[in-house]
Nanobody, 121 residues
Framework: QVQLAESGGGSVQAGGSLRVSCEVSGYTNCMGWFRQAPGKEREGVASIHSLHDITVYADSVKGRFTLFRDNAKRTVYHLQMNSLKPEDTAMYYC????????????????WGQGTQVTVSS
């Protein structure tokens, strides 16, 4: 049984940076993040393959967000978010799936409770 523990997030002004992290207990083929703003559809953000550390990003965050594994604690994944924009404001969910194809498409089958990221202009 895989469990997810999210941390981080918060509020920042546009142009700033935040980090959200997720500790994944148990093995899963891949994990990632999606976000959802009030009144909007869920949007995939980034995914990483658990064995090969291959990453994929949504076009909306490419070059600004980086998903990586913690060097010291290999079960913790960080989503570093730079050059944040007000449109990045959303609840961010750590998620996982057994299928790398699903993760690449950001179609995760399981997710955590979410952590709020708010970017003010």
């Amino acid at each position: 049984q895989v469990q997810l523990a999210e941390s981080g997030g918060g509020s920042v002004q546009a142009g700033g940076s935040l980090r959200v992290s997720c500790e994944v207990s148990g093995y899963t083929n891949c994990m990632g993040w999606f976000r959802q703003a009030p009144g909007k559809e869920r949007e995939g953000v980034a995914s990483i393959h658990s064995l090969h550390d291959i990453t994929v990003y949504a076009d909306s965050v490419k070059g600004r967000f980086t998903l990586f594994r913690d060097n010291a604690k290999r079960t913790v994944y960080h989503l570093q978010m730079n050059s944040l924009k007000p449109e990045d404001t959303a609840m961010y969910y750590c998620a996982y799936d057994a299928s790398w194809s699903a993760c690449k498409a950001f179609e995760f089958g399981n997710w955590g409770q979410g952590t709020q990221v708010t970017v003010s202009s």
